[in-house]
T-cell receptor, first 114, second 106 residues
Framework: DGGITQSPKYLFRKEGQNVTLSCEQNLNHDAMYWYRQDPGQGLRLIYY???????QKGDIAEGYSVSREKKESFPLTVTSAQKNPTAFYLC?????????????FGDGTRLSIL | GQQVMQIPQYQHVQEGEDFTTYCNSS?????IQWYKQRPGGHPVFLIQLVKSGEVKKQKRLTFQFGEAKKNSSLHITATQTTDVGTYFC??????FGAGTRLTVKP
């Protein structure tokens, strides 16, 4: 089955540590996205990429970094500069341009601070 | 960036009652998408509206896009417990509303 795979499902970060969240898709989608969701809140866009080797900052990019070396992969690194990283992180992909096509979401990664 | 406001934040209904959530934008939207997120799950795409005044139906769900393309609504007729979840709208640039959390009492 085609879909989006996020790993790990749960992740714990120590103070001063960088952690990387994995997102892989086999839908052959060009665009990929990372969102952060806090309890009872909507989704806030962290980064998005519409093509390999290119990505743009979303509304809350500070303290995060991404790469898009392959079409199917869009890992997110939560750096030590992100002082409040505890949240639910969702990766998504879409066929076409941002906002023009439906987004397909992975099951998410829950990140907590130790 | 564009702000998309969604109301109400919460709605608790008795099973069989109707439910409506509204999405309002400060700017004209080229399109709007609706998603549903079940508790503990991830958002799932429901529908996309593109045309001014567009109305689309999916069984008990009715989606509307305003004439000015600045607002949209999702109406559920005769709610069921399976409708429980948070409903989000998303405008251009994929900016999501805060969502309306629906709970249904059997």
């Amino acid at each position: 089955d085609g879909g989006i795979t996020q790993s790990p499902k749960y992740l714990f970060r120590k103070e001063g540590q960088n952690v990387t969240l994995s997102c892989e898709q086999n839908l052959n989608h060009d665009a990929m996205y990372w969102y952060r969701q806090d309890p009872g809140q909507g989704l806030r866009l962290i980064y998005y990429s519409q093509i390999v080797n290119d990505f743009q900052k979303g509304d809350i990019a500070e303290g995060y970094s991404v790469s898009r070396e392959k079409k199917e992969s869009f890992p997110l690194t939560v750096t030590s500069a992100q002082k409040n990283p505890t949240a639910f992180y969702l990766c998504a992909s879409s066929i076409g341009s941002r906002g023009q096509e439906p987004q397909h979401f992975g099951d998410g990664t829950r990140l907590s601070i130790l | 960036g564009q702000q998309v406001m969604q109301i109400p934040q919460y709605q608790h209904v008795q099973e069989g009652e109707d439910f409506t959530t509204y999405c309002n934008s400060s700017t004209t939207l080229s399109n709007i998408q609706w998603y549903k997120q079940r508790p503990g799950g991830h958002p799932v795409f429901l529908i996309q509206l593109v045309k001014s005044g567009e109305v689309k139906k999916q069984k008990r769900l009715t989606f509307q896009f305003g004439e000015a393309k600045k607002n949209s609504s999702l109406h559920i007729t005769a709610t069921q417990t399976t409708d429980v979840g948070t409903y989000f709208c998303a405008g251009i640039d994929m900016r999501f509303g805060a969502g309306t959390r629906l709970t249904v009492k059997p």
